[in-house]
């Protein structure tokens, strides 16, 4: 394999410490959703909707990272023939020296595993989510029909008014 051109070294470079950003804030994110997942079990409100904004600004972050790397990785795949349509870490990192190689090859399987278990985490989050809401829907169920009126209860019958004046049936001295 031939040496790299600087151009190449500099994109490389800001490859990988782009990928190593990248990794630090989905072990935030990751942090962030495990977090939510005991705040789902507990059921408190306030500092689940805290969590949520956080998670909010985290996947702004990455979303900022992300577009950041792949501009980067685009100028790399372009400089080393490779696809830059679509280039992908382990396309690229067959292309580079071994050393640049490894280090791309590592950083893809370190994503590949976070983002797996974020995958994971977020699948049971959303589980016991729908499952609180059942059980909330099911209560509200509940109360509301111990609330609604009861046939028995209800005002149907009326007494019958008797005259005003009555008469004596049978009178005994």
Known sequence: ?????PNQ????????DGLEHLIRVYRLLLDNIRNE?????????DILSENNRAKEVILLKLRTFEN????????LATS???DA??????????????IEGDQLRNQHSVLDLLIKRLNEINKENEQLAHAALKNVSGAIGAIRDSMAG???YEKKGNLSKAAAAGKIVRCEA
Request: glycine share 2%; aromatic share 0%.
């Open 150 to 152: 009861k046939p028995v």
């Open 1 to 5: 394999m031939e040496a790299l051109s």
């Open 68 to 75: 950041a790397r792949m501009k980067v990785a685009k100028d």
């Open 80 to 82: 080393l023939g490779a």
């Open 37 to 45: 997942k005991d705040l789902l079990i507990k059921a408190d409100l």
């Open 9 to 16: 070294k500099r994109l490389c470079t800001q490859l990988i």
């Open 85 to 98: 349509n679509q280039p992908r870490l382990l396309d690229l990192a067959t292309r580079l020296p071994l």
